[in-house]
Every structure is written in structure tokens, then in C-alpha cells.
């Protein structure tokens, strides 16, 4: 049926294919599928979030100093905003507390004295985050049960292991920021 259609009625074959384009795209395009974190549900008023330091209501040392710079590279990395520590200079200020960090061992591995060693640990942050429009007292965004989880390969060279340390709190860091602007951004 679609050769005779090209053969005898060129005009309506080729109104046909892009009436089919059309549709298609409308259809895919209007779906609502969109990267993560590049689009914003926060209101137009909103274009310097305040980021102060987040609080540490853990026993790990300056873990609020590593998620809370890493928030801040990924807000500029990713979006159009401008970004301040003050909390006075903000359209909107994001807050938040540590409340839990755990590491456990997640994968083992035998060794040569008949002993077993971790091989990868589960990382769980937990946090209370909110973001407020600082104009009207709008709570943009709230969760006070943000987690966040990851696995990671750990040395099991001893020698190796505590040079790893920092590094590795580094990438938690940047994988929880990673996370967390996601959701501010997309409100979830």
C-alpha cells in the first residue's frame, strides 16, 4: 500500500511522513523526561542560594566541611546560581545537619594467615536538609530523613589504606552532593 501511495500521491506521502515525525516528537519530547538535575522546580525569584556550613551532629571529624564544599561545587558546576555562604546575602538559604554517618563492611576477602578483610564498605549518610525562599518564608524544599548510600572499594594494603582515606571522603563527598542538589533542584 505505501509504494502505490509514493508512486501515485508524492504530496500526500510527504505530508504523511512528517505528520508521523510530528506526533512522534511531540510524544517523546513531551513526555516529561528531562536529565536530573537540570531542570529546576524552585520559584523565578530565586537566583543566589546561600549555602552555610551544614551542622555535624556526628563524632566524624569535618565531615560537614567536605559535604558542605562539595554542595557548593556541585550548585556551581551544575546550575545558573549563584552561590554565597552568608545566609543574609541569599535568595534562599539551604540548611542542613549531619545527623548520621555509618560505614560497615560490605565484601570480604580471605588472606594468607586465615584472617578475613574488608574489601568494600556501604557508606550511609543520613541528613536534615531544608532549603526556605528567604523573601517569603516558603519552605522550598524539606527532608529531614536525607540518605544517602553508596559502596566503595577500600586498599587492603595497610601501607595504602590511610593514604586512601581522604581521597575516598572526597568522592563520598561528591556523590552526596551530587544527590542532594538533584533533589533541591528537582523537589523529590
Known amino acids: 500500500m505505501i509504494p502505490f501511495f509514493r508512486a501515485h500521491h508524492p504530496l500526500l506521502t510527504a505530508r504523511l511522513t512528517r505528520?508521523?515525525?510530528?506526533?512522534?516528537?511531540?510524544?517523546?519530547?513531551?513526555?516529561?523526561?528531562?536529565?536530573?538535575?537540570?531542570?529546576?522546580?524552585?520559584?523565578?525569584?530565586?537566583?543566589?542560594?546561600?549555602?552555610?556550613?551544614?551542622?555535624?551532629?556526628?563524632?566524624?571529624?569535618?565531615?560537614?566541611?567536605?559535604?558542605?564544599?562539595?554542595?557548593?561545587?556541585?550548585?556551581?558546576?551544575?546550575?545558573?546560581?549563584?552561590?554565597?555562604?552568608?545566609?543574609?546575602d541569599g535568595d534562599a538559604v539551604l540548611r542542613g545537619r549531619v545527623?548520621?554517618?555509618?560505614?560497615?563492611?560490605?565484601?570480604?576477602?580471605?588472606?594468607?594467615?586465615?584472617?578475613?578483610?574488608?574489601?568494600a564498605m556501604l557508606v550511609?549518610?543520613?541528613?536534615?536538609?531544608?532549603?526556605?525562599?528567604?523573601e517569603s518564608g516558603k519552605v522550598l524544599y524539606h527532608n529531614d530523613n536525607f540518605v544517602f548510600r553508596s559502596e566503595y572499594e577500600i586498599s587492603t594494603d595497610v601501607k595504602s589504606f590511610f593514604s586512601e582515606q581522604d581521597p575516598a571522603l572526597d568522592r563520598i563527598a561528591a556523590d552526596f552532593a551530587s544527590r542532594l542538589v538533584a533533589a533541591v533542584l528537582e523537589n523529590y
Do not use: M, W
Open 99 to 119: 545527623v548520621g554517618l555509618e560505614a560497615v563492611p560490605l565484601l570480604f576477602q580471605s588472606t594468607s594467615d586465615n584472617n578475613t578483610r574488608a574489601t
Open 124 to 134: 550511609t549518610v543520613k541528613c536534615d536538609v531544608t532549603l526556605e525562599d528567604k
Open 19 to 88: 505528520s508521523v515525525a510530528l506526533v512522534f516528537a511531540l510524544a517523546v519530547g513531551g513526555c516529561g523526561y528531562h536529565v536530573a538535575g537540570h531542570s529546576s522546580a524552585l520559584p523565578k525569584n530565586v537566583h543566589t542560594i546561600a549555602v552555610p556550613a551544614l551542622e555535624n551532629k556526628t563524632s566524624s571529624y569535618r565531615i560537614e566541611q567536605r559535604l558542605t564544599a562539595a554542595t557548593i561545587r556541585e550548585f556551581l558546576a551544575k546550575t545558573h546560581y549563584r552561590i554565597v555562604s552568608n545566609p543574609a
